[in-house]
């Protein structure tokens, strides 16, 4: 499995972004895809993630301002960054991962780094004030 990735940039804060994520060796309309951001000292961050019947997963603070989506046809996993702040400055990771099953829930998706099993090799967001 091979990830490609882009959307790298630096924007003002309040400023938006797309990044995108290609997979290879790999269909995105099974289990789990995530995008996580990680800063130098801090363990990596579950912002959100998908799973394949489409619900989705957000962390509190990207909440009303990342949208994630995939497109089963292009194999492409994306994430829409709008309203930027300086604090989602970071590396941001594209990841697959396998789905847990419950009894009661069925299939579902976490938002753990520990879930996820194959990286993409990360794309930097700046966000200036």
């Known amino acids: 499995i091979q990830f490609v990735e882009s959307g790298e940039g630096s924007v003002q804060s309040g400023g938006s972004l797309r990044l995108s994520c290609v997979a290879s060796g790999y269909t995105v309309s099974t289990v789990c895809m995530g995008w996580f951001r990680q800063t130098p000292g801090k363990e990596r961050e579950g912002v959100a993630v998908i799973q394949s019947d489409g619900s989705t997963l957000y962390a509190d603070s990207v909440k009303g301002r990342f949208t994630i989506s995939q497109d089963n046809t292009k194999n492409t996993l994306s994430l829409q960054i709008n309203s930027l702040k300086s604090e989602d400055t970071a590396m941001y990771y594209c990841?697959?991962?396998?789905?847990?099953?419950?009894?009661?829930?069925?299939?579902?998706?976490?938002?753990?780094?520990?879930?996820?099993?194959?990286w993409g090799q990360g794309t930097q967001v700046t966000v200036s004030s």
């Open positions: 990841a697959v991962g396998n789905a847990y099953f419950s009894a009661f829930t069925g299939y579902y998706c976490l938002r753990a780094a520990s879930a996820y099993e194959y």
